[in-house]
């Protein structure tokens, strides 16, 4: 498993095993997917990403907009988990979508 900041498991994430693939069937699937349901003008060639925390390609939400990425590079953080202020709004959106995501966090917090 490898995790991103919030919790999330990079390695199920579509665009992900996209890059990981080098599918561009799948890349097409997924922007199509992720254009309707977010409203946003998302193409193939955005669907690249090689993890939240690893070097190399993210989407361009990840790299630019996601929030609890920038605020857990800008606190030198591993993960969400080792923040003393875990768990903050910030993840309770993301969280109440994907609660395994929360689950991940918590058992890191746990170790």
């Known amino acids: ?6 919790g999330l498991d990079c390695e199920r994430c579509e665009a992900f095993i996209a890059t990981r693939n080098n599918d561009d069937a799948q890349r097409a699937r997924v922007a199509e997917e992720w254009a309707r349901l977010y409203h946003a003008p998302i193409k193939p060639e955005h669907i ?3 993890g939240c925390m690893a070097a190399g390609v ?7 907009l996601c929030e609890i990425r920038k605020c857990a590079l800008g606190r030198s953080l591993g993960t969400c988990a080792e923040c003393a202020e875990f768990p903050c709004a ?3 959106p993301i969280h ?3 609660p395994q995501a929360r689950r991940n966090l918590d058992a890191l917090r746990r170790n």
């Open 58 to 64: 993210k989407t361009y939400y990840c790299d630019q």
């Open 96 to 98: 109440r979508a994907a």
């Open 90 to 92: 910030k993840l309770e």
């Open 48 to 50: 690249n990403c090689t």
């Open 1 to 6: 498993m490898m995790l991103g900041y919030c």
